[in-house]
């Protein structure tokens, strides 16, 4: 059996040797196909290995009856229409660890350049000056780094950051505390890490939660003369309060790699302030790291063709029609409430148990406890994660899976359960499917509720008293924000009631903080709730 790949970006030579050397393999390189010439390209083949340039949205997928596979050489999948790969049985697969030691390394060159002022003082020569005294620097050894996520690239960062002798401390609330230490890292909470880091350094995605994470109430605590480095992704650190930290001397400087706009404007502020260094987007560009991805998408793609083996899918694996319609929405039930209980301020948890009640246990449990932990770990962890890559990321932080078949009737025939242990305290979330099919929250910790999973959902605890409802009302509605739908529970034992707003859309920080504000409220958290392939 002969296995067509069609390659339709520049790939390495190295890469396409792989695949060229491969037996039973018939290799297609065409890059820079124009749209026409690339659906005829792509009728006969198995796999399709893109980078960047070629984007496989639905119609192309479409004129693709034999394609199986889509392996995009790098981490970032936004040009493949991945919702649309998965109902055509399309595995879509990615490297995402290509690239991390480029990413990391160019981290930590933003550090030295800004713990040196190696960019200014580059340009005050090339102007013709000798400014020796004007960029007195700062050494790195015995300096408190401060990591805001370790994934991948955060303990690669971490590690580089300790042969420099620096003391490093992170805040990531998807690891264990015996896990950090075992990378000789001290973990602690974010408002700590604020005021105890020299230099801050972000790497975790940007999600409802960390959308702003760095805003004027994050600088305000930070210790004075911070150096702060964001090549994660734009839209973590609020542009315009930083801007004001820096004016302020808050912050000494910021090295920037992502913006929450690409390309930049020219006229940004940022961009003329003489205590930034920036680049366009430069983490994953080096030679090697472009090598690394090519070598690695083309063996995946030939274990996949070859035995069916999948590495580093962004979403699930292919299965039969009968089963992906029978196990679909309560895989869906399950990364939600995963990601509910991911994104309500859950810190390193130990134990993640799912319990499958009714006829759910089937052969599901496994199944539906990986789809749970998925949802749940792609809150923080980098890049997205499926069922595959699940139990590996949650072994890598410490955290036992635990997965129980419970047949005996509850209060509904099918249910799921997650529960989530950490620092002796207990989180659990229950959950089943209405008439329609659609993900509903019945239990959260002690509160009986009736809530949609869906779309943007604001989450509120308060004291159950008259006016509160009334009050978060008002100042949704001075914000011009919809509210679609809302849930109450109540628990009469504490007097404490939580609710769940279903909005229209995202909701900004500004909002939250002024409903934070507001009498009887104890907490509100922005959460999303959308389906990731």
Known sequence: MTHHILVSDKLSENGLKVLRDAEGVEVNYAPGLDPAALKAAIQKADALIIRSATTA?????EAAPRLRLIGRAGIGVDNVDVA?????GIVVMNTPHGNAVTAAEHAISLVCSLARNIPQATASMKAGKWEKSKFQGRELSEKILGLVGLGNIGRIVAARAQGLRMKVIASDPMLTEEAARKLGIELVEFGTLLKRADIISIHTPLVASTHHLFNDAAFEQVKPGLLLVNAARGGIVDEAALLRALESGRVAGAGLDVFETEPVPADHPLLAHPNIVCTPHLGASTAEAQERVAVEIAEQTLAFLREGTVLNAVNLPSVSPEAAGKIAPYARLARRLGSLLAQLEVKHPSVFRVVCRGELPSGNARSLTYEALAGFLSVHADGKVNAVRAPYEAKERGIEVLEVADQAPKRFTNALVVEIEFSGNKRRAIGSLDHEGEPR????????????????????????????????GSVLGQQNINVSRMQVGLDPKTKQAIAFWNIDGAIPSATLEAIRGLPHVDAVSAIALVDEA
């Open 441 to 472: 929250l019945t239990t959260l910790d002690a509160f009986d509720v009736d809530a949609l999973l869906d779309g943007h959902v604001m989450f509120l605890r308060n004291l159950d008293q008259p006016g509160v409802i009334g009050a978060v």
């Open 84 to 88: 649309a790969a998965s109902r055509q």
């Open 57 to 61: 949205d639905r119609d192309l997928l």
